[in-house]
């Protein structure tokens, strides 16, 4: 019987979009597929970018992160938009930083490859939700991407501010809502944890 895949989005405010994300690639190796598994947004200085690309000839991982983070205008209470200050570039709604905008271009290419392409089985696109919602990349390119993908491509998509369009071409949606954090608290990522 062939593999039959679905669109899965991790979206909300809560912790661990990223984190099951990995754990569905885990899962995937161990049943013998080939995992694309592409990070938007971030560059390699997580941890898992020290055991995930060594992990299996099955995984393909990569990330198109540039050395600074963004943040959308009035994404963030100010409060919190002033401790990101000195590590963001900070830009107004509908202009976002063309460099970032281009290279997360190319990733959308390696995406379409991915799904389209019959290697991989299982596809992973962290923070492509955050991108889209930042509009860093459009519905339309998000939308062209789901109807090139293969049937028997399981598609995951993570981050934050999913769209009522990405959630209606969605097969799985799960809302990450967070309760209670100790961000809240002074504490910051911590290594191993939260990076």
Do not use: C
Request: hydrophobic share 45%; no cysteine.
């Amino acid at each position: 019987m062939a593999f039959t895949g679905y669109v899965q989005v991790y979206t909300g405010n809560g912790k661990g979009k990223t984190t099951a994300a990995i754990g569905l690639a885990l899962r995937a190796l161990g049943a013998g597929k080939k995992v694309f598994f592409l990070q938007f947004m971030k560059k390699a200085v997580y941890s898992e970018h020290k055991i995930l690309p060594s992990l299996s000839p099955n995984l393909t991982f990569k990330a198109l992160g540039k050395p600074f983070f963004v943040v959308q205008e009035g994404a963030m209470p100010e409060a919190e938009l002033a401790k990101w200050r000195q590590q963001a570039v900070i830009f107004p709604p509908g202009e976002p930083p063309q460099e970032y905008v281009d290279l997360l271009a190319e990733g959308l290419e390696l995406a379409r490859q991915a799904v389209s392409g019959g290697e991989y089985q299982v596809v992973i696109l962290d923070e492509l939700v955050v991108a889209l919602h930042f509009g860093l990349v459009t519905w339309p390119a998000v939308r062209s991407l789901l109807a090139a993908r293969d049937p028997g491509v399981e598609l995951v998509l993570t981050g934050r501010g999913a769209s009522d369009e990405l959630i209606r071409a969605a097969d799985l949606v799960t809302e990450m809502r967070e309760i209670k954090h100790y961000y809240t608290q002074g504490v910051l990522a911590r290594r191993g944890i939260e990076n």
